[in-house]
């Protein structure tokens, strides 16, 4: 806050000159526009004040005219640009330079079947330009819309290359998925990465890590804006698919003038920047030592004397190093006379900072615009990638995990250099397996390839009337494949501790087409000089469909190297085709009506046919109406336009639908084939809810956008409710209806049903701020500040119990550690609350006589540490003792933060610039799921965090830390508070110095334009949460499993090295 | 194209079913269909329970093995009988059997509707036999391990009220599962328990047990003789000498004419398809060996009393196919090296032994059929040499005019030539010698002998006492009394013999004796931990 007034008291300090008066005379003109760089500006707009006199410049940037008789000042306008009003005065010769507007009012945005100013836009929509994008090594969109618009929380699940990342805009609302619609270039892409089957990131699921994000594809270089639409009066256009808001990307497109050569690269590095401190060796065999006593099973001869040890593996060490990141992105455009044209090539290649693990990506895109007729213009958008991903190991639980958790006594290479592993004694394998010998044996990749695409043609009937005619299409190729080879490895002079003979190859390549047929038939007319009507009529129609072959094969007989289906023994092969489709049909009307610049009203609606519903559910209507009203343009408000330049009111009130079950056919019940050994058997699939229709979701908005200061300051406030009805759920049945996840497999099980259930309540108010400090001379400095609060609040389960979340805690069971129900947030922790360590005789005889129940038996006061019904001296006590039933359950903790916030400070001297980007969220919890384990003390052969030693003993009584005792689930390893951190982080995202080379040294080597710039991204989180990093988003995107963290891959610090050079 | 999109889509463009399964609608609609329904019944689902759940409660609890505490997160509990709510077999048994009752019962709601007239009724009836056989199987290990359960015929009432159905007492849940099994004995086809399926005989076995369960020894009696009259089933080694008790538990010995109700796995589908227990149990020494598939981890040896128990009955051949001792020589496992000797430092969980049953080897050793954690051989469910043990006992039971409620007392004793006759094929088939009379606690012991390893002795333990009894005097002072120690000092002298056993005695309490209802679904739904409700039949 304290910045936010200083950066007030500046703006009112400095203020700027305007040009003074000439008397004004009658002739004709001629003259130049350039912006700020001297670039000369074509298409620039020349009117004579108060006629409807007007030309453009040409691709020269000149313009010439005929004045009226009485003309006195010119009206200049350009997009991007604060308009110019000149007074004509005696001269005949202009030379204009416009200034480009910080002020977003100008600008264009994308609405939605069509294009608004941003001044005329009714609804709540938030944009990001190529500008505000530029230089930010990240390789995927989403990951890059963090922090840069308020009402949007972008949590990254995972460091790791490629993967999803979570995006709510507003909260949540939806349980199938909350993620919003990518619509680039006119193709649409859901967010949400479960929906769509090609996404699946590994031919085998058990090396599964996070879903790959749907935007991967996309090279960032080549966007030119992002539109956010965020409340349904903006949304409503999009109906059923707008439910979580719209992300609208416009690639970029060639601008009149030169022809522009670009190329955009950076090189960087990147690395793990915090490791957990996790026993040395002579810190773990003590543990070890004391652990083996308290269970009774004996100490092991090697840790005798655990001193004389040395400090053994560090498996952080071995698994994490350092990693470089390139990329590289040349692209060609320009436009002249009636057709413009953008083509680039991208190159972006990461290898991750997790061993075994990169990704990278080819891609191509082209725009070409043209107007062939004066009637009919022309254009196409096509863009073709591929990306190529290692994953490696699986990321929950996987290479991360196993190291964390993996002994100090083990080393990870011979002295031979084959992999080393656990020595065999006594028939007892002495540990884990080797995470790096993983990590480096197993195959697990995935390559996407994809080719999305639209055409259109614009038929002008009138000079009011065009009909717009659109085909999109989307095609997607993938191929995963996992190879788990044979090998052989353990400790020298020991026999093997783990042998596997057989490989195991599993292949799964798919396809996934859609496309989307759209015709809409605009009207746009200004009725005398003030009501301006814009109406659009359209229709829609798309389809997906997706069709894969999954194949497999075991025992190698040649061997690991060559990884084919044929190579297998043929008796082992395996099959399956998933496959299916979906299909939308929709009308489309808007209506735009704006009285005078001041008063503005938009009314939509939109009516979705869906096949994800049964016959007479499938229809369903979403309108929304938005009215605006510049009070800047009252007279009343003239007198201090000076200090408020604008001053916009938007009031917007819509419903949207979502249709999203994950799949179709979720209202009839499907039979699946399975493998049996009586041959090919059915198993019932899931249950049916034939009446199962659309979620919808009402929106209300209020917001304020005002400029102050002559633009010098920008801002929009908005506060919200937005509320689900019958939102879409699968509603988890207890194990004893429906069976459930046993032995880690799911096989059989039957899918719980899809209900309409309840009612989901959000509201928020969320506000962005740009400041431009100081404007003068050779010094600039902006200040671009975004917030956003929400809270999250369950209305009704219409009649269905609590929604349990069940975390998986590795090799444990499923713990439920999260309980949705009426009145509290989705997702909230729930379970047991610490009372405190047991380390009085007086504990233990309340307790014997009012035993405590937290396991699902009455405890029984017990010295004997491997009996996991007792409690003794050194044991939780927790609160809400029931004399011997279950203790109370409390509800501990929202995952949801109180506010997220960014803050971003832009500097300018002479030709340098520099950026801080700090992005923060505040409050909300975070399960530390991984100290089950890691914090567990329950099991030998498994390493600890160090803090873990300081565990509760007779003679240390001054801990939280409870005294070890075997057996997962025991009283002290259930789900409660113990386990939850605060999720508070504020992090140093991104802190980028620039520098351009100044214009005449540039044309010394053919350019016009050449930055070059070094950036570090991710430099530093300010948290006490003690895990590797409190980013973790919700898992694969699960509402009701946010901010549980599995060990996943962190977020890596890279620092990079860029080029920006235009020919 | 204004004209087009003015007359909007088809209506069957919108109908869009699974394009890679089927739906209830159209699945069911031929004989061969019918048929292949029941198939899911024998594997997947059981996959939870069968994995290490089996062996953690049948055989580790039970004192027949043991494991070391703080080696294994899962089967920790087990060696002490500490199980709680949260802990993984308990959730994975209970998860496990649920998925066998939902399963059949999706089967037996649609089925009947689906079918159309033109599959034989009796096809239809046969089908919905084998579904009511493993519904009530699963009730049968259900209602002996968590006592009082919620009966579920039908779980469309409770998809939007679960939180609130209340579990039905164990008396109502045996009468459950005999109209159940009565059901499958009337119209399950005869004679087909060699093809996996079970047949009418193997409802009259499963039900016998129960009978025996419930101390109706009479109905017990009837039931077994209706087996043994089918004529269907044979001891493997007696009646047919193609294999011995040892071949029993290979894969090439699927579905012998000793196996009435069997698990049917595949190692071809992955995990949670095949059988798991070789990998659990398989010793780990050389380094997965003795699979050849990455895992054999040895999580259990057997227990000093079990070891003694088949030593004190001279008991040589079930011993060799249960256990492995040093220096022991098993041809049918690494075939293709001339077999498997047993190294002399096997001492799997400090029992200077390992684990044979259910151990079968390399994938070359089962004709390529076994992968990591999916083995395809059977798990018995029953076998024939329990229905000649249960007419033995049923015999007994009579004879002793024991009131329900109360066991029969280990000192009870029999000569009856019926009873004996049965007992001896048994025995003669495991080469001891036959008896001329029997007591109670004989009997018992041959059971344990004849099923260790397979998942059984703890039923045998827990009922010993009675049908549904609260108190468990006499089997907490057979468990009272088993030596669960592993050894020390081992592995230097020459052949390994320098070691010395250890001691654990681990008393059970009567609480002991039924586990709690798994965390997640007391959760669900609180009313499970409240008072049984009687069912409505």
Known sequence: MRKLISSFAIAIVIVSNCLSPVLAQTKPITGNIKDEKGTLLPGATVTVKGTNVATTTNVNGRFSLSLPAGAKTLVISFVGMQQQEISVGSKVQFDITLRSVSSTLGDVVVIGYGTQKRQDVNGAVSSVTAKDLADIPQPSVDQMLQGKAAGVTVTQNTGAPGAAVSVHIRGITSFSGSEPLYVIDGVAIDGNANNGYQLTSSASPSEQESSPSPLAQLNPNDIESIDILKDASATAIYGSRGSNGVVIITTKKGRAGDAKINYDGYYGVQSQGKFLDVMNLPQYAAFENALADDFGSGRRVEFSNPSLLGPGTNWQDAIFKNAPEQSHTLSFSGANNKTDYYVSGGYFDQTGTVLGSNFNRYSFHTTVNSQVKDWFKVGTSISANQTFANIGLGNSYGIIYNALLQAPDAAVYNADGSFAGPAVVNGAIQGGRNPVQEALSITNTLRRSNVQGNLYGDIKFTKDLVLHSEIDGNFDWSAAKTFLPTYSYGATGSSAAFVNTQAVLNEYNASDNYWNWVEHLNYNHTFGTKNVLTVLAGHEVWESTYDGIQAGTKGFTAGNAIQTLNLGTQANNTEGEPKGSTVMESWIARVIYTYDNKYSITATDRSDKSSNFAPGYQTGYFPGVAVSWRLSQEPFMAGINQVVSNLKLRLGYGTVGNSNTNGGYKYGSAINPVVTGLGTGFSFYNFSNFPLTWETAIQKNLGVDFSLLNNRIDASFDVYDKTSKHFLFQNTLPAFLAGATAEYSNAAIIQSPWVNAGEIENKGFEFSISSRNIVSGNFRWTTNVIFSHYTNKVLSLNGIPPIIGNVSTGFGPQIAATQTQVGGPVGEFYGYKVQGIISTQDQLTYLATHPQNVIGSAEVVSSDRTLSNGIYLGDIEYYGNNNGNPNTQYALGNPNPDFTYSITNTFNYKDFDLSIFLTGSYGGKILNAVDFQLHGAYQLYQNQLASEANFWTPTNTKTDIPAPRSGFGNNNLVMSDRFLENASYLRLQNVRLGYNLPAKWAKYIKMTHLKIYASGQNLYVFTKYTGLDPEVGSLNQNPVLQNIDYGRYPIPRVITFGLNAEF | ?537
């Not at chain 2, 086809?189 to 060699?194: E, Y």
């Not at chain 2, 016998?208 to 020894?217: A, I, M, T």
Request: charged share 15%.
């Open chain 2, 1 to 537: 194209m204004v004209i087009v999109t003015s007359t909007g889509c088809k209506k069957d463009f919108f109908n869009r079913p699974p394009e890679n399964q089927a739906t209830v609608g159209t699945y069911y609609q031929t004989t061969a269909e019918v048929q292949s329904s029941t198939n899911i019944l024998y594997a997947a689902p059981w996959f939870g329970f069968n994995g290490k759940a089996f062996l953690a409660i049948g055989d580790l609890q039970s004192g027949n093995a043991r494991c070391d505490a703080g080696t294994d997160g899962e089967f920790d509990a087990f060696r002490n009988f500490s199980e709680g709510n949260a802990t993984l077999a308990v959730q994975s048994t209970w998860n496990s059997l649920y998925t066998v009752i939902a399963q059949a019962n999706a089967l037996l709601n649609n089925l009947p509707t689906a079918a159309p007239a033109s599959v034989p009724t009796a096809v239809v009836n046969n089908a919905l036999g084998e579904a009511r056989l493993m519904r009530a199987a699963a009730y049968f290990y259900l209602v002996r391990l968590f006592g009082n359960v919620p009966i579920i015929t039908n779980p469309a009432p409770f998809v939007g009220s679960f939180q609130t159905v209340p579990t039905n007492p164990v008396t109502d849940v045996y009468k459950f599962m005999i109209i159940d099994l009565q059901f499958a004995e009337a119209n399950c086809t005869p004679g087909v328990a060699n093809t996996g399926h079970v047949s009418s005989a193997s409802a009259s076995a499963l039900l016998s047990k129960v009978y025996l369960y419930e101390q109706d020894y009479a109905d017990a009696k009837t039931e077994a003789e209706k087996v043994i009259n089918s004529g269907e089933f044979g001891l493997l080694g007696l009646d047919n000498t193609s294999g011995t008790y040892v071949n029993l538990f290979e894969t090439a010995f699927n579905n012998n004419l000793e196996s009435i109700i069997a698990l049917q796995w595949t190692s071809n589908g992955g995990y949670g398809f095949g059988n798991q227990i070789q990998s659990v149990i398989a010793d780990g020494e050389n380094g997965n060996y003795l699979t050849g598939t990455g895992d054999g981890y040895g999580e259990l040896g057997p227990t000093w009393d079990l070891q003694d128990a088949f030593k004190a009955e001279g008991d040589t051949i079930r011993r060799h196919g249960c256990i492995m001792l040093p220096g022991e020589y098993y041809p049918e496992l690494h075939k293709a090296e001339g077999g498997y000797t047993v190294p002399l430092a096997v001492n799997e969980q400090g029992t200077h032994a390992s684990m044979k049953k259910y151990v079968v080897g390399t994938p070359a050793d089962n004709n390529g059929n076994s992968a990591a954690q999916a083995t395809s051989n059977n798990t018995y469910i029953m076998r024939y040499a329990d229905v000649y043990l249960i007419e033995a006992e049923a015999i007994i039971g009579i004879s002793s005019g024991t009131t329900p409620g109360k066991g029969i007392p280990l000192s009870a004793s029999s000569s009856d030539p019926t009873a004996l006759k049965y007992l001896n094929l048994v025995r003669q088939r495991a080469g001891v010698p036959a008896l001329t009379s029997f007591t109670y606690q004989q009997l018992i012991n041959e059971r344990r002998l004849e099923f260790a390893i397979e998942g059984d002795y703890w039923y045998d333990l827990q009922r010993l006492d009675g049908f549904n009894s609260a108190t468990h005097p006499v089997a907490e002072a057979i468990i009272a009394a088993q030596n669960r120690g592993g050894s020390s000092g081992s592995g230097t002298a020459p052949l390994y013999i320098d070691w010395t056993r250890n001691t654990l005695y681990i008393p059970a309490t009567d609480a002991n004796f039924l586990m709690p209802i798994p965390a997640t679904d007391v959760a669900a739904d609180p009313a499970l931990t409240g008072s049984p409700v009687p069912y409505k039949f």
